[in-house]
């Protein structure tokens, strides 16, 4: 598996708990900010090890590289829903 399918498995994993814990009445809101710390607690073990914390301009490259990876979600979804509707349209 390379990098990017190793991304997408670990991602499709996260979705799969989230929906998990979904199943057991917690509001997606809860879910999604737990995800979000989980994500938080963990970015910062990555850059600064278990007993280090961040200094403001680590904190800045994070929101950064979430910035961008929302961005490029977001990107992803819009073309998705176009070329939807694109096949939608043809068939019609």
Same mark, same amino acid.
């Given at each position: 598996?390379?990098?990017?399918?190793?991304h997408?498995?670990?991602?499709?994993?996260? @979705?799969?708990?989230?929906?998990?814990?979904?199943?057991?009445? @917690?509001?997606?809101?809860?879910?999604?900010?737990?995800?979000?710390?989980?994500?938080? @607690?963990y970015?910062?073990?990555?850059?600064?090890?278990?007993?280090?914390?961040?200094?403001?301009?680590?904190?800045? !490259?994070?929101?950064?590289?979430? &910035? &961008?990876?929302?961005?490029? @979600?977001?990107? &992803?979804?819009?073309?998705?829903?176009? !070329? &939807?509707?694109?096949?939608?349209?043809?068939?019609?």
């Amino acid at each position: 598996m390379n990098d990017g399918e190793k991304h997408n498995y670990c991602t499709q994993k996260f @979705i799969d708990l989230a929906n998990e814990l979904a199943k057991e009445n @917690i509001d997606a809101k809860l879910i999604s900010g737990a995800l979000m710390a989980s994500s938080g @607690i963990y970015a910062t073990f990555v850059a600064a090890g278990n007993t280090g914390g961040l200094e403001p301009s680590g904190v800045d !490259k994070i929101v950064s590289m979430y &910035r &961008r990876n929302l961005e490029h @979600i977001q990107k &992803r979804k819009k073309e998705e829903n176009q !070329k &939807r509707a694109a096949e939608q349209a043809a068939g019609e």
